[in-house]
């Protein structure tokens, strides 16, 4: 059967071999068979360029390669911490980087993607910090730092996201309701997909008298997630971890 799959949020790092052990064998049992995979943001935990000699982003661009190879098109939008990932990658990988907010024909229906940390306007904080670092000078004298320095300063980054994390109201890091009513009449859709919150779920909603929906994936911290869209609907759906021998 048809299906298009959707992914976000696997956080893939060093430090965690079960997700990528569990994203490689999504890539070989799932991926491979269908119409189209989209990576909606934050692949990894942290990326501070594409010249880092990572076994890690060989794994995965290997990985992309291959199923796109094999006749499935990878497409990426880049989440707020794999905001560095570029063109260098991207051409590795075999995959098509797309802009922040993207309008895809899901077999009919035009839906509206996005890595999701965009509806996160409550959280006036991030977005400031989320405006400075797309400051296109800006990445291009941090690409021009020793890979040491760029280490040093994605761990102080993740440390003080982490405690920022905790000091939040968890309504402040989740999406604002109107922002994601202003985006889909904005955009003329009435079907949201993104990632970002880690709370997955199928919202219905209510606009101008019709009916719309906003799908969140969910992460891979404790299992896989994936969203599966096929002519006959949507699906969220796990991909347990497989025990460590």
């Given at each position: 059967m048809p299906c298009t799959l959707f992914i976000a949020d696997l956080h893939l790092s060093n430090g965690r071999p079960d997700i990528t052990a569990a994203f490689l064998r999504f890539m070989r049992e799932?991926?491979?068979?269908?119409?189209?995979?989209?990576?909606?943001?934050?692949?990894?935990?942290?990326?501070?360029?594409?010249?880092?000699?990572?076994?890690?982003?060989?794994q995965v661009a290997s990985a992309f390669h291959t199923?796109?190879?094999?006749?499935?098109?990878?497409?990426?939008?880049?989440?707020?911490?794999?905001?560095?990932v570029g063109r260098r990658f991207a051409r590795q990988?075999?995959?098509?980087?797309?802009?922040?907010h993207r309008i895809i024909d899901l077999y009919g229906k035009p839906a509206l993607i996005m890595h999701g940390?965009?509806?996160c306007i409550d959280d006036a904080g991030y977005q400031r910090y989320r405006r400075i670092t797309r400051w296109p000078w800006l990445q291009w004298l941090f690409l021009r730092l020793p890979l040491r320095f760029r280490l040093n300063i994605a761990d102080g980054i993740r440390g003080?996201?982490?405690q920022?994390?905790?000091?939040?109201?968890?309504?402040?890091?989740?999406?604002?309701?109107?922002?994601?009513?202003?985006?889909?009449?904005?955009?003329?859709?009435d079907l949201l997909i993104h990632g970002h919150t880690h709370r997955p779920g199928i919202h219905e909603l209510s606009i101008d008298g019709?009916?719309?929906?906003?799908?969140?994936?969910?992460?891979w911290y404790t299992q896989g997630s994936v969203l599966t869209v096929t002519p006959e609907g949507v699906e969220l759906q796990s991909r347990a971890f497989k025990e460590q021998s």
């Amino acid at each position: 059967m048809p299906c298009t799959l959707f992914i976000a949020d696997l956080h893939l790092s060093n430090g965690r071999p079960d997700i990528t052990a569990a994203f490689l064998r999504f890539m070989r049992e799932d991926a491979v068979h269908a119409d189209a995979l989209y990576v909606l943001g934050d692949l990894f935990e942290f990326s501070i360029g594409d010249d880092e000699p990572s076994e890690l982003n060989r794994q995965v661009a290997s990985a992309f390669h291959t199923c796109s190879e094999q006749g499935t098109p990878v497409y990426f939008i880049h989440g707020n911490r794999d905001f560095m990932v570029g063109r260098r990658f991207a051409r590795q990988a075999g995959m098509t980087l797309l802009p922040e907010h993207r309008i895809i024909d899901l077999y009919g229906k035009p839906a509206l993607i996005m890595h999701g940390d965009t509806l996160c306007i409550d959280d006036a904080g991030y977005q400031r910090y989320r405006r400075i670092t797309r400051w296109p000078w800006l990445q291009w004298l941090f690409l021009r730092l020793p890979l040491r320095f760029r280490l040093n300063i994605a761990d102080g980054i993740r440390g003080k996201s982490a405690q920022s994390k905790q000091d939040k109201m968890m309504q402040v890091m989740d999406v604002n309701q109107a922002e994601v009513v202003r985006q889909l009449r904005l955009n003329k859709v009435d079907l949201l997909i993104h990632g970002h919150t880690h709370r997955p779920g199928i919202h219905e909603l209510s606009i101008d008298g019709r009916s719309a929906r906003r799908i969140v994936l969910g992460d891979w911290y404790t299992q896989g997630s994936v969203l599966t869209v096929t002519p006959e609907g949507v699906e969220l759906q796990s991909r347990a971890f497989k025990e460590q021998s």
